[in-house]
């Protein structure tokens, strides 16, 4: 049966310590019976080669047991970061089909658009999920479409203002991170209100820097529920992704609640 690699390493360095202890011995007998210098030095070489191959040892069994913490480190922020995404609007998706039902019985035509719209954030929502990044722009259509949506579904007119300046709209970013803080002013503010709802998003893209800026109003009675499980999920995920290269706080004021991203990118 062949070796491997590894058990050929093995098999190398117990020679060399085998050898190395039986020439020490052997060494250390000449040098008691006739003093030579010629034995010392051998006895000299045989001693280096020992512990120099202890050595190769344990730095070879510390880089392994490294690797494998770091290979398993891996795989458990890539399952938590996996498990993060699988969370991203669910409540808007239920509410949704909810929708999608009523509407169905109103208005055939508009239901089709909302369909075809509807399909095409949750096809996004599943296949962006699965990479490691997407472009600027492809996060930019999935939240107008979100907002398309959004508009079909409302009773209510909700005033929605959008504002982009970027260099480049190619940049990488990581998929489904903008998303939570517009569906959070959607959940937490046009929903609850009647009449008089606003959302402003501001967009700012450079080479090497993105802001991300969402303010919408709220009733003051769910002020306490705004910071849900969604911007807990972006928070945990933004650690993950983007350690100590990015900024985020959120305040209210006036019924009025601001959410800011800044990603060093």
Do not use: C
């Not at 045989?46 to 344990?58: K, W, Y």
């Not at 972006?234 to 993950?240: I, P, W």
Request: charged fraction near 25%; hydrophobic fraction near 45%; charge should be negative.
């Amino acid at each position: 049966m062949a070796l491997n690699k590894k058990q050929i390493f093995v098999l190398i360095g117990l020679s060399i310590i085998l050898v190395s202890i039986i020439g020490m011995l052997i060494m250390k007998s000449e040098i008691e019976y006739d003093g030579s210098s010629t034995s010392d030095l051998y006895f000299a070489i045989f001693r280096f080669l020992f512990f120099g191959t202890l050595v190769v040892f344990f730095a070879d069994w510390f880089f392994r047991r490294w690797r494998a913490y770091q290979e398993l480190k891996n795989e458990r922020l890539a399952a938590e970061l996996h498990n993060l995404k699988s969370q991203v609007s669910p409540h808007f998706f239920f509410n949704t089909l909810n929708n999608l039902y009523g509407l169905i019985k109103r208005d055939a035509d508009k239901s089709r658009e909302f369909v075809l719209k509807l399909s095409d954030l949750m096809r996004y929502s599943i296949y962006s999920s699965d990479k490691e990044s997407v472009t600027l722009k492809e996060e930019i259509d999935y939240l107008e479409n979100f907002i398309a949506l959004h508009e079909i579904r409302y009773f209510n007119t909700v005033d929605i203002h959008f504002e982009k300046d970027m260099e480049n709209d190619d940049i990488a970013i990581a998929p489904l991170l903008l998303i939570i803080l517009l569906e959070n002013a959607f959940k937490h503010g046009a929903e609850k209100l009647t009449n008089g709802a606003f959302i402003i998003l501001n967009l700012k893209a450079q080479q090497k820097k993105l802001n991300f800026t969402v303010e919408n109003n709220f009733e003051e009675d769910v002020l306490n529920e705004t910071d849900g499980l969604g911007l807990k999920n972006l928070q945990k995920r933004l650690q993950l992704l983007y350690p100590e290269k990015y900024d985020f706080k959120v305040s209210s004021h006036d019924s009025v609640f601001k959410a800011e991203l800044e990603l060093e990118l």
